[in-house]
C-alpha cells in the first residue's frame, strides 16, 4: 500500500495516555429548496505559480499563457481568482480594504488589464495577531504535529474571537498553548469556524502555508466535515438540500433561503465599479437519516459549502428544525439547553505527507442523551 493510500485515525487524548508517544503518531423560508440526488465535490489547490509568507502576503508573476496553452486577457480580478487562488469573500475583502498592488502600486478596480511580467500582489492583515493568549483556558487536543493542531470544542465557546468577544475563545487557548511550546502565538489560523453553541472537531493550522493548502474556496474545501443532529419530525429522506442563501435584512445573526430570481437582480457594483457584498451564496448539504423516534430523526450530515448557520437552516428550510434551536423554530426538549448539533469527524489528506488523516469527537454527554431520548419508543 502506497503511503499517501494511508489513513490514519485519532480519536481524543485521554488523560491516562502516554502523550510522548502520542506525539511520535503525527505522519424564514423565501422558497423550497431543491433537494437533489447526491453526487461529489471537486478538491482545489493553491493557484500555479503563487508564493505565500509569513504574513499572509501573497503575490504571483501574470504568466505569458494559461494552462490551455492560449493567450488569455488577464485582469487584476481573474488573476487573484486563478493564479493566486482566491475564493469570493477573499477577493471581495482585497477590494474593499484596498490591498492589491499591481507592481507595487495600489490597484482599486479589478477589470484592470495586465500584461505578461506584472507583478501582482495582496497584502492580508493576519487576522491571527490580534489574538490574546490566555493559559487559563482548557483545551483538549485531538491531533498535533509541527502542520496542524486539531481540538475537540465544546459547547458554548467560540472558536475565535469576534468583535464583541476577544478572550475566552478557543483561539486564545491555542495561543497560549503556542506560546508554552516555544511558537509564536500569533500564528493561530483557524481552517473553519464551528457556531458557538455547536460541538465537535476544530481544526487550526500552524503556519500559513497549511492555512492556505486548507483554507480553499468554501464551495471545494478540502475538508469533509460529519455532523450529527437531532431533528424535529420523521425525516425519512436522504440526498442533499440546495439552495440560496443569505443574512436576513433587519437581523443581527439570521440567514434565509433566497430565491434565485432575488440574486439575478441584485446588483453586484457600486457606481464607482466598486464590488458589492453578495447578497447570497450558493449552499449544498448531503444529509442521510440515521435513525428515527416517534417525535425525533437522527440525522448526518456533510456540508458541501460553508455558510454561515448552513447545517441550521437547511434543516428548518425542509420543515425539520434541530432540536433546541431557536433561531430557525427548533423545539426545545430532549434534555438540551443548545442545537442538538455535533461536528463528529473532519477528514482530510494532510497537506505535507499526504497521509489521509481521521479526526474523530465523540458526542458530548448532551447529545448522547438527547439520541437516546429522542429515539425511545
Request: hydrophobic content about 35%.
Amino acid at each position: 500500500m502506497r503511503s499517501c493510500d494511508i489513513k490514519l485515525v485519532v480519536h481524543p487524548i485521554r488523560p491516562d495516555t502516554d502523550r510522548s508517544q502520542w506525539r511520535k503518531v503525527s505522519t424564514g423560508r423565501d422558497h423550497e429548496p431543491m433537494i437533489k440526488s447526491d453526487g461529489s465535490s471537486s478538491v482545489g489547490g493553491l493557484g500555479e505559480g503563487a508564493s505565500v509568507d509569513a504574513i499572509r502576503h501573497l503575490t504571483c508573476t501574470v504568466p505569458l499563457m494559461g494552462t490551455d496553452g492560449r493567450h488569455p486577457v488577464w485582469r487584476v480580478g481573474s488573476v487573484l481568482r486563478h493564479i493566486l487562488g482566491l475564493s469570493q469573500p477573499e477577493r471581495a475583502r482585497a477590494w474593499r480594504e484596498g490591498i492589491v498592488a499591481v507592481n507595487d502600486v495600489p490597484v482599486h478596480v479589478q477589470h484592470r488589464h495586465c500584461i505578461p511580467g506584472d507583478i501582482v500582489s495582496v497584502a492580508f492583515p493576519d487576522i491571527a495577531s490580534t489574538v490574546i493568549p490566555e493559559p487559563g483556558l482548557s483545551l483538549e487536543v485531538i491531533y498535533e504535529d509541527q502542520y496542524l493542531l486539531a481540538v475537540a470544542k465544546p459547547a458554548g465557546q467560540l472558536s475565535h474571537p469576534a468583535r464583541s468577544e476577544q478572550t475566552g475563545t478557543i483561539a486564545n487557548a491555542v495561543a497560549a498553548r503556542y506560546r508554552r511550546h516555544g511558537s509564536s502565538p500569533d500564528a493561530v489560523r483557524p481552517i473553519h469556524r464551528i457556531d458557538r453553541d455547536t460541538s465537535g472537531v476544530l481544526v487550526f493550522a500552524r503556519d500559513s502555508r497549511t492555512a492556505r493548502l486548507l483554507s480553499r474556496h468554501r464551495d471545494r474545501s478540502p475538508l469533509e466535515r460529519d455532523y450529527l443532529a437531532v431533528v424535529s419530525g420523521n425525516l425519512t429522506a436522504s440526498g442533499v438540500i440546495a439552495g440560496w442563501m443569505g443574512p436576513e435584512t433587519g437581523h443581527l445573526t439570521r440567514q434565509r433561503m433566497i430565491d434565485e430570481a432575488e440574486v439575478k437582480l441584485a446588483p453586484t457594483h457600486s457606481p464607482t465599479g466598486n464590488p458589492l457584498p453578495k447578497v447570497a451564496g450558493w449552499s449544498e448539504t448531503a444529509f442521510r437519516t440515521v435513525a428515527r423516534g416517534p417525535s425525533a430523526s437522527l440525522v448526518a450530515l456533510r456540508p458541501r459549502s460553508g455558510r454561515t448557520h448552513q447545517l441550521r437552516l437547511h434543516l428548518a428550510s425542509i420543515g425539520h428544525p434541530i432540536i433546541c434551536d431557536g433561531l430557525y423554530g427548533g423545539v426545545d426538549g430532549f434534555g438540551m439547553d443548545r442545537q442538538a448539533l455535533h461536528a463528529w469527524r473532519v477528514t482530510f489528506r494532510h497537506p505535507e505527507t499526504q497521509v489521509r488523516i481521521e479526526l474523530v469527537a465523540p458526542l458530548p454527554i448532551d447529545v448522547r442523551r438527547a439520541i437516546a431520548e429522542a429515539l425511545r419508543n
